[in-house]
């Protein structure tokens, strides 16, 4: 067997229900790898005692002697974002006013993750709210990318991502509002699925009328490890009104899959709206020759709809929810003064607001989504780059130019992963390749038509196969 932490995670609970490892040997490699490569990336910033945690493993592998088994994630340590909560732990959500906030109950989708068996062990690092590409905050500091840790980790998954990558963990949780999921996972070359909207529903929340775009959901260094923890996360729940119902299948692809016949459409760079850094579209092209090696059809796509009129129907949107999500925060005295002002310009605009202009955005994204349909009539899967520029500097908050065009907002310099999350479509980011100097990580988003996570799985699963080279890849060794 290899070394425990080179496993997959279904590998893991393989060797873990066959008894070849105990929990609590689990628990120790993961410690290990922790106190090995953490400080210098700084990915997991809250860490429960070693007593604590080998003694749940230790209660786990009693329970496993007995025959009894919580299921597939029995033993295996987990970390959860810092936006969802995990009782035993501080939820910062990377804010200081935040700081010392403990729940009383777990997000839906870590109550189901411990159901599961999973322990959770710690949080991982995100930015101040999840808002902005670039995991650091005035809590935790930042977190460096795992190929490079004077490089951005990306977010607001970061912190997820990286243990991913540097052998951490072996699944982990996240959350995408704009490619949250999508975004650190290619910059640290490891899989991140933003689920169909509804899919993984999300509580507590303040609303669950409206509150969409943003949504949990899985991140791993394999396709069928994403996929197996989708199972685990997915399903509806009474109190997410609008939550799909649960899946009687699994949404694992089965071990033999094929990309022969699979219609791709390339979106690129939008026709040229989209800014990218030299060498983006050409990396994510390669990984696109791939999948045509292998019997897929790929051509140039068009959305069909005037991008910039998509773009500040998302401002709408993104501004009344991130209002609406942190307005009882702000509210609090002083509140204001210990917040980025990346999130008092959100909740400032959004005060603004009329219903009106909601409305007609809403009326923008609903012809959005028409479009894309018609899209899906000629393509299975569309096809962008996950991000618009390579890792940048991680003392950088973000990117003001791309070459020579400037970015009119925080986040313009991902406008990239709004395409998905606007249409409700499940996404799927894939290693695509490094840059030309072979230093950094790259990623293709692979969306699907509504409610398709099983069917982009597979498809994920068939690439993956594909690119066993690229994937045996591993980053450098941790800087002394």
Same mark, same amino acid.
């Given at each position: 067997?290899?070394?425990?932490?080179?496993?997959?995670?279904?590998?893991?609970?393989q060797?873990? !229900?066959?008894?070849?490892?105990?929990?609590?040997?689990?628990m120790?490699?993961?410690?290990?790898?922790?106190?090995?490569?953490?400080?210098?990336?700084?990915?997991?910033?809250?860490?429960?005692?070693?007593?604590?945690v080998?003694?749940?493993?230790?209660e786990?592998?009693?329970?496993?002697?007995?025959?009894?088994?919580?299921?597939?994630l029995? /033993?295996?340590?987990?970390?959860?974002k810092?936006?969802a909560h995990?009782?035993?732990?501080?939820?910062?959500?990377?804010?200081?006013?935040?700081?010392?906030?403990? %729940?009383?109950?777990?997000s839906?989708?870590?109550?189901?993750?411990?159901?599961?068996g999973?322990?959770?062990?710690?949080?991982?690092n995100?930015?101040?709210?999840?808002l /902005?590409?670039?995991?650091?905050?005035?809590v935790?500091?930042?977190?460096?990318?795992?190929? +490079?840790?004077?490089?951005?980790?990306?977010?607001?998954?970061?912190?997820a991502?990286v243990?991913?990558?540097r052998?951490?963990?072996?699944v982990?949780?996240?959350?995408?509002?704009m490619?949250?999921?999508?975004?650190?996972?290619?910059?640290n070359?490891?899989?991140?699925?933003?689920?169909?909207?509804?899919?993984?529903?999300?509580? %507590?929340? %303040?609303?669950?009328?409206?509150?969409?775009?943003?949504?949990?959901?899985?991140?791993?260094?394999?396709?069928?490890?994403?996929?197996?923890?989708?199972d685990?996360?997915?399903?509806?729940?009474?109190?997410?009104?609008?939550?799909l119902?649960?899946?009687? =299948?699994?949404?694992?692809? %089965?071990?033999?899959?094929?990309?022969?016949g699979?219609?791709?459409?390339w979106?690129?760079d939008?026709?040229?709206?989209?800014?990218?850094?030299?060498?983006?579209?050409?990396?994510?092209?390669s990984?696109?020759?791939?999948?045509q090696?292998a019997?897929a059809?790929?051509?140039?796509?068009?959305?069909?709809?005037?991008?910039?009129?998509?773009?500040?129907?998302?401002?709408?949107?993104?501004q009344?929810?991130?209002?609406?999500?942190i307005?009882?925060?702000?509210?609090?005295?002083?509140?204001?003064e210990?917040?980025?002002?990346?999130?008092?310009?959100e909740?400032?605009?959004? =005060?603004?607001?009329?219903?009106e202009?909601?409305?007609?955005a809403?009326?923008t994204?609903?012809?959005?989504?028409?479009?894309?349909?018609?899209?899906?009539?000629?393509?299975?899967?569309?096809?962008?780059?996950?991000?618009?520029?390579?890792?940048?500097?991680?003392?950088?908050?973000?990117?003001?130019?791309?070459?020579?065009?400037?970015? +009119?907002?925080? !986040?313009?310099?991902?406008?990239?992963?709004?395409?998905?999350?606007?249409?409700?479509?499940?996404?799927?980011?894939?290693?695509?390749?490094?840059?030309?100097?072979?230093?950094?990580?790259?990623?293709?988003q692979?969306?699907?038509?509504?409610r398709?996570?099983?069917?982009?799985?597979?498809?994920?699963?068939a690439?993956?196969?594909?690119?066993?080279?690229?994937?045996?890849?591993k980053?450098?060794?941790?800087?002394?």
């Open positions: 067997m290899r070394a425990l932490h080179e496993l997959t995670a279904l590998e893991l609970s060797a873990i !229900h066959r008894k070849q490892v105990s929990c609590q040997e689990v120790r490699c993961a410690l290990e790898r922790i106190h090995a490569e953490n400080a210098a990336y700084n990915a997991i910033v809250q860490l429960a005692s070693e007593e604590a080998m003694q749940q493993a230790r786990h592998d009693v329970l496993l002697a007995t025959g009894t088994s919580k299921g597939w029995h /033993g295996i340590p987990v970390a959860i810092d936006l995990a009782t035993g732990f501080v939820t910062t959500s990377g804010s200081r006013v935040q700081r010392t906030f403990m %729940p009383t109950q777990d839906l989708h870590v109550a189901r993750m411990k159901a599961a999973a322990i959770v062990i710690g949080k991982t995100t930015p101040e709210f999840g /902005g590409s670039n995991t650091f905050n005035a935790y500091g930042s977190t460096g990318n795992a190929w +490079d840790p004077s490089r951005t980790s990306g977010g607001s998954s970061g912190g991502a243990a991913l990558a052998r951490m963990l072996w982990a949780d996240g959350s995408d509002f490619g949250s999921l999508r975004n650190p996972a290619a910059w070359h490891v899989f991140g699925m933003r689920p169909s909207q509804g899919r993984v529903p999300g509580w %507590p929340k %303040p609303d669950v009328w409206i509150s969409q775009l943003g949504t949990d959901g899985p991140m791993a260094r394999h396709v069928r490890d994403v996929a197996r923890l989708l685990v996360q997915a399903g509806f729940d009474p109190r997410a009104a609008l939550s119902d649960s899946e009687s =299948q699994s949404f694992v692809p %089965p071990e033999s899959t094929s990309v022969k699979l219609r791709v459409g979106l690129g939008l026709q040229g709206h989209l800014a990218m850094e030299d060498g983006i579209l050409s990396v994510c092209e990984a696109l020759s791939t999948l090696l019997g059809h790929v051509e140039p796509a068009s959305l069909g709809m005037d991008a910039a009129l998509i773009w500040e129907a998302w401002l709408v949107w993104r009344a929810l991130v209002a609406s999500n307005n009882a925060i702000l509210a609090q005295p002083g509140a204001r210990l917040t980025k002002a990346e999130a008092l310009w909740v400032d605009r959004a =005060q603004t607001l009329k219903f202009t909601f409305l007609q809403s009326a994204r609903s012809d959005y989504l028409q479009h894309l349909l018609k899209l899906f009539e000629r393509f299975d899967v569309l096809a962008l780059p996950s991000a618009q520029v390579w890792p940048f500097a991680r003392d950088l908050d973000w990117p003001r130019s791309i070459g020579s065009r400037h970015m +009119d907002t925080y !986040h313009r310099w991902m406008e990239v992963t709004l395409y998905a999350t606007f249409g409700g479509l499940p996404a799927l980011s894939v290693p695509a390749g490094f840059d030309a100097q072979q230093r950094w990580p790259m990623g293709l692979l969306i699907g038509p509504p398709s996570d099983r069917q982009l799985l597979r498809v994920g699963a690439y993956e196969d594909l690119i066993a080279e690229l994937m045996s890849r980053p450098p060794p941790t800087p002394a």
